[in-house]
């Protein structure tokens, strides 16, 4: 890859490559400078510091994790069919990332209050597709927390993809979370 031609998008999409395979000590300039075949100084040319970077790193992998299936979900017109689809996403993808982000998170305070706005981010779309199905405010609040802690617990499962659910049964969970109490 030309120096000319490296973008920061480049560095970022490494940077989760290499923090998905490696985990976050893999994040550093030198390192990752090697693998795209340039200097250090093209770091520093798209990033002002390590730290700036770690943010990016962090905001890239909330788009690419999450930005789309949110959006989709919150322009929906059927709220059931959005949960059901968002729970089919959710429950059935990105273990390595997200564990890797999330071991992270337990070592760099930055990360942590990174990946808390996220999850509240998430959890708030799925609080607002039960409300928009009639659950109560107080009820989705709660119901919409269980529904993350529950697929995030799943992925922090030694060998989450061996712990999955089919599509019927999501779905029938889906419905379920709109069940009167």
Sequence with gaps: ???????????????????????????????????????????????????????????????????????TAQTANDCHKAL?????????????????????????????EAVHRVDQERIKVAETLLIDGGVSKSAAAVRAKLLYWAAIGRLMLPFPANNRLSQDEISDFATLMFQDQ
């Design 1 to 71: 890859m030309e120096t000319a031609s490296l973008t920061s998008d480049d560095w970022l999409e490494l940077a989760l490559a290499e923090l998905k395979d490696y985990g976050y000590v893999a994040l550093k300039a030198q390192p990752l400078a090697k693998k795209l075949n340039v200097t250090r100084g093209s770091f520093y040319h798209h990033f002002e510091s390590l730290e700036n970077f770690h943010a990016a790193v962090i905001s890239h992998w909330s788009d690419r994790s999450s930005g789309q299936i949110i959006q």
């Design 84 to 112: 059901d689809e968002l729970l089919q996403k959710v429950l059935n993808s990105g273990e390595e990332l997200e564990r890797a982000v999330r071991s992270w998170s337990t070592v760099q305070a930055s990360v942590a």
